[in-house]
């Protein structure tokens, strides 16, 4: 039954409003050549800095200025500007449907009486 209802509140979840916009904003996004070009370029900056720093370096001045040229060409995009707040406005949901479940689970383990439906 747990399954069921966790199908059930993901169906309704994929269904929202704000999981609708999130899927068409990141589709627009990635149809935006240019920008994907500038957001993987920022993911393989951000994995060399990572392994640096795992090794124990420090990412190099020009790594740094170079990122922060794409994080500043990336940010005027009006189609990534759209998906940071279509998942921002997702995120708020999540919350919300964790908040929900978070007091279902209080008033579930405070009930002695077992239901199933």
């Given amino acids: 039954m747990l399954g069921e209802r966790a ?4 169906r309704l979840i994929g269904q929202s409003d704000e999981y609708k916009a ?4 990141n589709d627009a996004l990635g149809a ?8 993987q370029r920022m993911e393989q900056l951000r994995i060399e800095a990572s392994h640096m720093i795992d090794r124990g370096e420090q990412p ?5 200025q170079e ?15 759209r998906m940071i707040v279509a998942q921002e406005n997702f995120d708020k949901i ?3 449907v964790n908040q929900w479940i978070l007091e279902g689970i ?3 383990a405070a009930s002695g009486i077992i239901t199933l439906g």
């Fill in 7 to 10: 199908v059930e509140l993901g």
């Fill in 22 to 25: 999130v899927r068409r904003a």
């Fill in 32 to 39: 935006d050549k240019d920008a994907v070009i500038v957001l």
């Fill in 60 to 64: 190099t001045a020009e790594m740094e």
């Fill in 67 to 81: 990122l922060e040229q794409l994080l500043q060409k990336v940010q005027v995009n009006a189609l990534y500007q």
């Fill in 94 to 96: 999540m919350m919300q």
């Fill in 106 to 108: 209080k008033k579930g």
